[in-house]
């Protein structure tokens, strides 16, 4: 795969230290507004479903998933255009890319990156787990995220259409549209590692951190490569719908526990399934290696090393409690809790 002009840059000014701080300034205060509006909907969750509890379930559903959408994606993203001005149309961001079948084709490789990395954080934690008496904080943070199942199917098809429908749509928009498109004058392989490092803290764990932002990486690259979020968007709800699958069969289970055995069964093959997709990914991977190191970045910004890129990044006060809020969702209470006490 190789890269095509990206004619989604947003500005031609010539790229300065000061110029590239405020953009990283913006970054940090806008992952900042979004962790706020995210607990805020978490705490907000309780007296919204009082407000409902006369609603029918479907309807409730749906307007639980506009309530989600709205606070989790809708307002940080808008925020980070107004703040940066960014006015990219659609019809460009979306462009179908030249060499279509050959983006997709890079899934094994980008999906067994991902969850490659997603089983040696499992082993780390394994590892540790053997070797310290006791659950220490390294062990709690690189726990997986789980999914919780539920005996409402409203509830459930909610989920899979926020993860597999909502999340990938307005991730890549805001991650490899806005945030990409910003950072890219300052050099394409900075946007991609960025932009991918946002990602990951996007996700509110340390286990889903190593994961996310590997994945972030695999898309960063292929949305270079295609100079379109078309590829990467559906890329990105094919791996979601791998943990949305999970979710809906673990439901299911509950649901008709006359049929348990059968779902069981069902959702064992699928779990066989996903390993070998996964080995099978991992090994793609490995294969690609030498390729991937072949590629060439964009680089219009040399006065500054990466090294130095990477630093003035995350010496920012705005990305520093950007990773104090992303560390977990208990210090994000905290911090909301000490927040409000405060004013």
């Known amino acids: 795969m190789s890269g095509e002009e990206n ?10 230290t000061g110029k590239y701080s405020i953009v990283c300034m913006k970054l940090g205060l806008s992952m900042c507004v979004y962790f706020i509006l995210r607990l805020m909907a978490s705490l907000l969750s309780a007296p919204v479903s009082k407000i409902l509890i006369n609603v029918s379930e479907p309807v409730a559903a749906v307007l639980n998933l506009v309530f989600l959408t709205v606070f989790v994606y809708a307002i940080p993203i808008i925020f980070t255009a107004l703040i940066f001005k960014y006015k990219v149309p659609l019809k460009i961001l979306y462009k179908k890319p030249k060499r279509l079948a050959r983006a997709f084709g890079a899934f094994p490789a980008s999906f067994g990156f991902g969850y490659g990395i997603a089983l040696l954080t499992l082993l780390i934690s394994y590892i540790l787990s053997k070797m310290l008496v006791g659950e220490t904080l390294i062990e709690q943070l690189l726990k997986p995220t789980t999914i919780e199942s539920t005996s409402s199917i409203s509830q459930v098809i909610m989920m899979v259409v926020l993860m597999v429908v909502a999340a990938p749509l307005f991730e890549e928009y805001w991650v490899r549209g806005i945030m990409f498109d910003v950072l890219k ?4 392989g900075m946007a991609i590692i960025i932009s991918s490092v946002l990602f990951g803290f996007m996700h509110g764990s340390l286990y889903m951190l190593f994961y996310t932002t590997a994945y972030g990486f ?6 270079y490569a295609t100079g379109s979020l078309f590829v990467v968007t559906i890329l990105h709800a094919i791996v979601n719908s791998v943990a949305a699958t999970t979710l809906l069969l673990m439901s299911l289970v509950e649901i008709t526990e006359s ?3 059968v779902l069981n069964t069902i ?14 990914s991992v090994i793609v991977f490995l294969s690609k290696i030498p390729t991937i190191r072949r590629y060439k970045f964009e680089n219009p910004w040399t006065e500054v090393g990466p090294w130095k890129k990477i630093g003035l990044f995350f010496v920012s006060i705005p990305v520093i409690v950007m990773l104090i809020f992303a560390v977990n969702e208990i210090t994000q209470h905290r911090i909301l809790n ?3 006490k405060m004013f």
């Open 7 to 16: 004619i989604t840059q947003t500005t031609q000014e010539q790229p300065t």
């Open 185 to 188: 004058p300052y050099g394409t």
């Open 218 to 223: 695999a898309l960063g690259y292929i949305r």
């Open 259 to 261: 049929q348990y055995r």
């Open 267 to 280: 959702y064992e093959i699928y779990g066989v399934a996903i390993v070998i997709l996964i080995i099978i």
């Open 338 to 340: 000490m927040l409000f």
